[in-house]
């Protein structure tokens, strides 16, 4: 990990002119107004991926302003020649089998992804250096912030490296095999929630389906 901030230009796809400089200011400005809902943070972003001859993979990383991610999504969804072109923000996606063989997937709110069926997600928010564990933690948080549930950091896996179009991000994939059924996961689910409804905050997810992993359940 690289924590050393790019220059502003780096990474911009020779994007960077006038037009972005205004709309990066423009958005660093709204998030330090007081009550605004947007934090401008340091998350990771993908500089290369070394498989070595002893097999070991090694991830590099470095550092962004979230500002600056933003700015440069925003860009690119304009610009029809860059429909395939990654921003290189990375977040995790983290998929969790129940113990009865289920997926599960929340129903999201808001503007990024809205209105679709996605496994607990997150941005790589971070101070300094990060540690050898990062993704593995994060993976616990967001699970237990979006199901309500607490995994072991020796329930997750890496499952792999991906990135596509719908988010312009690269995305480390974790999985974990939780000792939890659907029907609890559910419960969790439901209370915490209800724990944040109490309190007047949004919910991420309005509901969870769970989807069945064997395929002949899958076709049927």
């Given at each position: 990990?690289?924590?050393?901030?790019?220059?502003?230009?780096?990474?911009?796809?020779?994007l960077?002119?006038?037009?972005?400089?205004?709309?990066?200011?423009?958005?660093?400005?709204?998030f330090?107004?007081?009550?605004?809902?947007?934090?401008d943070g340091?998350?990771?972003?993908?500089?290369s991926?070394?498989i070595?001859?002893?097999?070991?993979?090694?991830?590099r990383?470095?550092?962004m302003k979230?500002?600056?991610?933003?700015?440069l999504?925003?860009?690119?969804?304009?610009?029809?020649?860059?429909?395939?072109?990654?921003?290189q923000a990375?977040?995790?996606?983290?998929?969790?089998?129940?113990a009865d063989?289920?997926?599960?997937?929340?129903?999201?709110?808001?503007?990024?992804?809205?209105?679709?069926?996605?496994?607990?997600a997150?941005?790589?928010?971070h101070?300094g250096?990060?540690?050898?564990?990062?993704?593995?933690?994060?993976?616990?948080?967001?699970?237990?912030?979006?199901?309500?549930?607490?995994?072991?950091?020796?329930q997750?896996m890496?499952?792999?490296?991906s990135?596509?179009?719908?988010s312009?991000?690269?995305?480390?994939?974790?999985y974990?095999?939780?000792?939890?059924?659907?029907?609890?996961?559910?419960?969790?689910?439901?209370k915490?929630?209800?724990?944040?409804?109490?309190?007047?905050?949004?919910?991420?997810?309005?509901?969870?389906?769970?989807?069945?992993?064997?395929?002949?359940?899958?076709?049927?």
């Amino acid at each position: 990990h690289n924590p050393i901030l790019g220059s502003l230009g780096e990474g911009c796809y020779g994007l960077y002119d006038e037009r972005m400089k205004a709309d990066l200011e423009e958005r660093i400005s709204n998030f330090s107004k007081p009550g605004s809902q947007q934090f401008d943070g340091t998350i990771l972003r993908f500089e290369s991926l070394e498989i070595r001859e002893d097999k070991k993979r090694i991830l590099r990383l470095g550092d962004m302003k979230y500002s600056t991610y933003q700015s440069l999504k925003s860009r690119l969804n304009s610009e029809p020649d860059h429909q395939h072109t990654l921003t290189q923000a990375v977040n995790i996606i983290a998929f969790v089998e129940t113990a009865d063989g289920n997926l599960v997937l929340g129903h999201r709110t808001g503007a990024h992804m809205g209105n679709k069926y996605l496994p607990p997600a997150g941005f790589s928010d971070h101070k300094g250096p990060i540690a050898p564990a990062f993704f593995t933690d994060l993976s616990v948080l967001e699970v237990k912030e979006e199901l309500g549930i607490r995994l072991s950091n020796s329930q997750i896996m890496y499952a792999g490296l991906s990135a596509g179009d719908d988010s312009r991000n690269t995305t480390v994939i974790t999985y974990a095999r939780s000792t939890f059924s659907s029907e609890e996961i559910e419960e969790h689910f439901q209370k915490l929630n209800n724990g944040l409804l109490a309190k007047g905050k949004n919910l991420e997810h309005l509901h969870l389906i769970h989807v069945p992993t064997d395929l002949t359940s899958i076709t049927s």
